[in-house]
């Protein structure tokens, strides 16, 4: 009975975990909400509070019947496009040296961080980034060359913000987490991964 009930609350964190991102909603059986109450708790910067509320996007993905091409998507997606916020003075670029460094941390939102801890970006884990890289995930496709490969226009610039703020805004339900939209990254950090990205003295357009 025990090893079910710890397995149907590694169930949960697995289903839910990578959907990110806070916000009401009752739609998870209440059943299920104790258990998960139950067996997890709030420890450090991992809120106990994220796995019992699903917002608007958490929701339509978590469906197994999820059809991200129904007019439902299209709704959320065009939602997410609206709510993107642009860097209000128009700068998109900060300094790509800070950028890799964000883009290398897996640090922040883990249960051994506190509130304090910087968040890093993580997209080492699913990108490559450089050429000379030994070790990145290859879930999403690589970033090597990213601005050389694209030019460095300004639409390629309010793409790239607007695509790491929320990912969702262009893909429904992709895996990448949704940076400005959550909160994980400040403006400031921001502004740096897109250096990385697009800044033609940066490693990545090597
Ligand atoms: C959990 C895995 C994951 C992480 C972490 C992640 N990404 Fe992604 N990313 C993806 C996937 C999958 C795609 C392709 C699907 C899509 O477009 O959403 C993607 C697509 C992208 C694209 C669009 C590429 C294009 O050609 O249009 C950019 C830019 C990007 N990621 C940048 C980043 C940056 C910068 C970070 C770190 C701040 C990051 N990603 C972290 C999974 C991830």
Not at 34 to 55: I, M, P
Not at 184 to 191: C, P
Request: with cysteine; glycine share 8%.
């Amino acid at each position: 009975m025990k090893i079910s009930r710890l397995s149907m609350v590694f169930i949960a964190i697995t289903l839910i975990f990578g959907l990110t991102g806070p916000s009401a909603s009752e739609d998870i059986n209440p059943e299920f909400k104790d258990l998960l109450r139950e067996g997890l708790r709030t420890k450090g910067s991992v809120q106990l509070e994220r796995f019992l509320s699903l917002d608007a996007t958490q929701k339509f993905c978590s469906d197994s019947n999820v059809n991200i091409n129904s007019d439902e998507a299209g709704q959320l997606m065009s939602k997410a496009l609206q709510q993107i916020q642009y860097p209000a003075d128009g700068s998109y670029l900060g300094d790509w040296t800070e950028g890799e460094k964000i883009a290398q941390s897996g640090k922040g939102l883990r249960f051994n961080d506190t509130n304090d801890t910087e968040n890093g970006g993580n997209c080492y884990a699913c990108h490559q980034i450089r050429k000379d890289e030994l070790a990145y995930g290859t879930l999403g496709p690589s970033l090597y060359q990213y601005g050389k490969l694209r030019g460095y226009s300004d639409e390629v610039l309010r793409y790239t913000w607007a695509k790491i703020f929320n990912p969702q805004a262009f893909l429904m339900c992709s895996n990448m987490p949704r940076y400005g939209h959550n909160g994980i990254l400040t403006v400031k950090q921001m502004r740096n991964i897109l250096a990385l990205l697009l800044d033609p003295q940066s490693p990545v357009n090597e």
